[in-house]
């Protein structure tokens, strides 16, 4: 099996810090209250490549590590030996015994090779490594785990060493985006947030240290009967204020107020401080509060508030401004010499998956079609490689960060796409120079990526992209057409730039080309109103599937800052919201076809009058390669610089 590479970001608490521990003993006093937490991954983390191995085994030649490393056999009685001597190998040992408790499975060999993510400092690098193991397992052994059981898994995991953990930590599996969570005795739900607009946080190490075993020790006293004046006010922060004080924090994220928000984490460490730091001479905290106080800084955040299990670990603000951010951290180097980083949450996440449709005979194509697929149809790319299509979208998928593939496929097709990525023969490779043995090894870390859905009716380029419903998880979705291709000179590729677009506006998003008046009754068009200076993205009031150019000219020309109409084409890449999948299902399950099939067009008009949708044209060029002319110009253009 081939090697893999894997980040899991560490996690922050935005508020609700404590509270996943102290739900949990709602299993011995139902009277208290249920947990509830507001949580982020960071843009810090793990780096690892993975790979099966006979035997459990992790290693890094990072200095942080000691350069030590840990071989052990994947029997439960001797990783469970390591999980209890504590430590940082008693963590992922202690993911390891897990898995092998409950899943069929080898051993997997872990080398760590970057980690830029603060150890002891409230961000939970601990957390960070337990889900790495648990993905590394769930992605060689294809165990099906959804992020939740990934989550699940690394807690069970950390569980067994000395840390007992809280719930919380976890969260750092759903990667850089707000996580609410509620805790009810040994149960967690979580669900994700959608900022209504940017925050930028700077989290802050206060080079003062901390000692969280402590701290919770002398909380885990008032629980889980109060017996005190003090216990009483430490179960009500932890409990009622916290539920009443966590929704308005989530009003205001999805609202997008940055001003309420800060004001929020200055009442919530306030509340901290009143209630719940007298039961811990550690949660004092002088370094903290000095921090928080300092005019300096205040000048640059709206709201500030400790991190994790508080105390003199970690601090974090939030920021004014992205440029705020940037001189509150040169301020807090400069005055404290306390190294910090941002994080910026915006109203759309990170997409991780994509979807190709290539179930499609390729009739126009025939009799090329005949003897083989027309994604094999192979294209020179810029590198010099002769390449199937199909191979040039899945590189570019990869080099946008896609973590997911899934390809639309006929019956029977699989046996003929998987023989692309099987493994050469060590004759033929031999032959090969050396870039062409690098380019085969990155197809078989592409294909680790790939899964496949049958359609076994063809029923329409919607029914095609409905059928991966439960693959998208509820997700935004990438979706790239099977013929067509993609170029630019730009950084950043086309998908990448779509991605991105999708990230800040947080809508669907279709990508747009400009195309001469003659050519709109080829293509799907839109209409809108350009939402920046730049005229890249634009908020859509109209689409029609192939109108005639009449209809174009009068309805759908786009004016510039001069006044003159331009005309906009789907440009063949979509990220598409879990809104998108609702309204196929309704077309589908009512029968409401247009030309004898269910058009992804339609859902995407429904969508577009209900939650908006917006446009962007990329820094790119797209080519059709579905008609024999086409592919003509594609096989004389593309590739070239």
């Known amino acids: 099996m081939h090697e893999i590479t894997l980040f899991v970001p560490g996690r922050l608490c935005l508020f609700g810090e404590h509270t996943d521990w102290a739900g949990m003993y709602r299993t011995v006093n139902s009277q208290l209250e249920k947990g509830y937490a507001v949580v982020s991954g960071i843009e810090q983390g793990i780096y690892a490549r993975v790979e099966r191995s006979a035997d459990f085994e992790v290693s890094s030649e990072l200095e942080l590590y000691g350069h030590e490393s840990l071989k052990c056999p994947m029997e439960t009685e001797r990783l469970l030996e390591v999980a209890r001597e504590g430590g940082f190998f008693s963590y992922v040992a202690g993911v390891a015994s897990y898995i092998n408790d409950n899943y069929h499975v080898g051993g997997v060999k872990i080398t760590v090779t970057r980690m830029d993510l603060p150890i002891k400092s409230g961000l939970s690098s601990s957390a960070a490594i337990c889900v790495l193991v648990a993905r590394a397992f769930n992605r060689l052994y294809k165990l099906k785990m959804n992020t939740k059981g990934e989550m699940q898994a690394a807690f069970r995991g950390e569980q067994r060493t000395p840390s007992r953990c809280g719930r919380l930590d976890q969260a750092c599996a759903y990667g850089v985006k707000p996580v609410l969570m509620e805790f009810d005795g040994m149960e967690m739900e979580p669900s994700e947030l959608r900022p209504g607009a940017s925050f930028t946080w700077v989290i802050a190490n206060l080079m003062a240290g901390k000692d969280t075993i402590r701290i919770l020790g002398d909380l885990n006293k008032c629980f889980p009967f109060a017996e005190t004046e003090l216990d009483k006010r430490v179960q009500e922060a932890l409990g009622r204020d916290n539920k009443e004080l966590i929704g308005r924090v989530v009003d205001r994220i999805t609202a997008g107020d940055a001003p309420g928000l800060g004001m929020l984490m200055d009442e919530a460490q306030r509340l901290f401080d009143t209630k719940v730091a007298p039961a811990s001479a550690e949660l004092e905290a002088p370094v903290l509060h000095r921090v928080l106080q300092d005019k300096g800084v205040r000048g640059y955040v709206y709201g500030a508030k400790g991190v994790g299990s508080q105390g003199d670990g970690t601090v974090q603000f939030l920021a004014k401004s992205p440029a705020d951010a940037a001189g509150l951290v040169a301020y807090l180097d400069k005055t404290f010499g306390m190294p910090a980083f941002t994080l910026t949450l915006k109203p759309g996440q990170a997409v991780k998956r994509a979807i190709i449709p290539l179930a499609g005979f390729g009739t126009r194509l025939f009799p090329a079609t005949k003897g083989v697929r027309k994604g094999f149809l192979p294209l020179l790319d810029r590198d010099g490689l002769l390449k199937p299509s199909l191979l040039i979208l899945l590189e570019q998928l990869d080099e946008a960060g896609i973590d997911e593939i899934r390809l639309v496929i006929g019956e029977d097709d699989e046996a003929e796409y998987e023989r692309l990525f099987g493994e050469l023969p060590l004759e033929y490779e031999e032959k090969l120079p050396e870039e062409k043995r690098s380019y085969e090894r990155l197809m078989e870390r592409i294909h680790d990526k790939i899964s496949?859905?049958?359609?076994?009716?063809?029923?329409?380029?919607?029914?095609?992209?409905?059928?991966?419903?439960?693959?998208?998880?509820?997700?935004?979705?990438?979706?790239?057409?099977?013929?067509?291709?993609?170029?630019?000179?730009?950084?950043?590729?086309?998908?990448?730039?779509?991605?991105?677009?999708?990230?800040?506006?947080?809508?669907?998003?279709?990508?747009?080309?400009?195309?001469?008046?003659?050519?709109?009754?080829?293509?799907?068009?839109?209409?809108?109103?350009?939402?920046?200076?730049?005229?890249?993205?634009?908020?859509?009031?109209?689409?029609?599937?192939?109108?005639?150019?009449?209809?174009?000219?009068?309805?759908?020309?786009?004016?510039?800052?001069?006044?003159?109409?331009?005309?906009?084409?789907?440009?063949?890449?979509?990220?598409?919201?879990?809104?998108?999948?609702?309204?196929?299902?309704?077309?589908?399950?009512?029968?409401?076809?247009?030309?004898?099939?269910?058009?992804?067009?339609?859902?995407?008009?429904?969508?577009?009058?209900?939650?908006?949708?917006?446009?962007?044209?990329?820094?790119?060029?797209?080519?059709?390669?579905?008609?024999?002319?086409?592919?003509?110009?594609?096989?004389?253009?593309?590739?070239?610089?």
């Open 452 to 641: 496949y859905q049958v359609q076994r009716e063809r029923l329409g380029f919607g029914h095609a992209v409905y059928q991966c419903r439960d693959f998208v998880q509820n997700e935004a979705v990438l979706l790239l057409l099977g013929d067509m291709v993609y170029q630019t000179q730009a950084d950043r590729n086309c998908c990448r730039q779509i991605m991105d677009e999708y990230t800040e506006c947080g809508r669907t998003t279709i990508g747009i080309q400009e195309i001469p008046l003659e050519r709109v009754p080829h293509y799907g068009i839109l209409h809108g109103q350009w939402e920046d200076a730049r005229s890249r993205r634009m908020h859509v009031d109209r689409m029609v599937e192939k109108p005639t150019d009449d209809y174009a000219a009068e309805y759908l020309g786009v004016p510039d800052q001069a006044g003159e109409k331009h005309y906009y084409a789907t440009f063949g890449q979509y990220v598409l919201t879990p809104r998108v999948f609702t309204e196929l299902g309704r077309l589908i399950e009512n029968g409401r076809m247009s030309g004898g099939e269910f058009q992804l067009t339609d859902a995407l008009i429904a969508v577009c009058e209900t939650e908006g949708m917006a446009a962007y044209l990329p820094d790119g060029e797209s080519f059709d390669i579905g008609l024999p002319e086409n592919y003509r110009i594609a096989m004389a253009r593309f590739g070239r610089e």
